[in-house]
């Protein structure tokens, strides 16, 4: 039987690049997808109507999503499995017809931006691997750090002795630290000059590679969410000491917990971790994960005394943990005072 889920606003029912198991029916709410457009590389929303399936291709098909599905209002959805959803078409023809002339137009409107990506890169007389590159670039420039890794690490499977190499693996090593401090999207503050590439690179590499390499290679596997993969090779790098390297592994260790909701273990974990390592470079982000983890539990007194605990270690109001951790705040007393 299909099942019944709810979700808050600002909730995500799934992200892209996650595996597709299940059919969306959006019975109550308001949900929106979220692409990237392959012509223009910017962010397209599509917000869909109460009635409407969405999650189809991808779990009929069996691939990764396409798109990041994302809360706009309190949602209820209806998920079937693939062979339920199966079993309702084939007994609605009125369904398949819909579903056919949804994924047509689909169709016809990537075939539009494909054969205009191709005439672009002609008229300009780009290679194939100079478009590879630009299109690293640009989401390199608007702080896509996700899709920069995902198009970087291509080009160097495709290229890996190619014109740009050099640039790309500097690009994508300071790509690797941005997603594991700030996520995707965030960036280094404004009030921070970061030169990207070079310098980084030389800085990882003049400490230890192979250190440097296994850590990148765990970032690498976060990114894709093959946290417990990840976490063995962290927990490597924390057991050998490295003065670098170690102390990164070790939280990185917590953030892996917290993202496979495993949220008691995440607090116990950075409690601990703090208790040796009271200054650690990230006790502030520590601190809010520990929140996050008591508000994900439902100890909402807890996540309070943590997130205020982070605001003290931070005390920088531009910083992303701080602005995270107050309006997180904010959120719990909204729900407290209705």
Known sequence: MPRLLQYRANSVIYFEGDVAEKVFLLQEGSVKLLHVD??????VSE??????????????????????????????????SVSEFEELATKNAHLIIKMLKVFSTQMRR????????MNN??????????????????YFKNKKYVYTRHIYTKYLTYY?????????????????SFIARYGDGEGVKPDVDVPVGDPLEEIVSAANPDSANRY???????????????????????DEGDPEFAPKSSFEIGRCLFLMGKYNECAKYYAQMLAKH????????????????????????LAVTFYKKSLAAVNDKDDAVYINAVRALRRLEEEVHG
């Open 160 to 176: 890996p002795r190619g014109v740009y190499t050099d640039a790309v693996q500097a690009d994508l090593n300071a790509v690797v």
């Open 47 to 80: 917000l869909l109507s109460k009635g409407e399936f969405f999650g189809v291709k991808s779990a009929l098909g069996h691939y990764p999503r396409e798109e990041d599905a994302i809360v706009v209002q309190d949602s209820t959805t209806l998920a079937f």
């Open 278 to 301: 009271p200054k650690h470079a990230s006790v502030g982000e520590a601190f809010f994960f520990i929140g996050q983890s008591h508000e994900k539990a439902g100890h909402e007194t």
């Open 121 to 138: 890169v002609e008229s300009q007389n780009q290679t194939p691997e100079d478009g590879l590159y630009q299109l690293g670039k640009f």
């Open 216 to 238: 990148n290679e765990a970032m690498n596997l976060i990114a894709y969410k093959s946290y417990m993969p990840a976490c063995q090779v962290l927990k490597k790098l924390v």
């Open 110 to 117: 990537t075939h539009k931006q494909v054969a205009s990506l």
């Open 38 to 43: 392959i012509e223009s590389g910017k962010d």
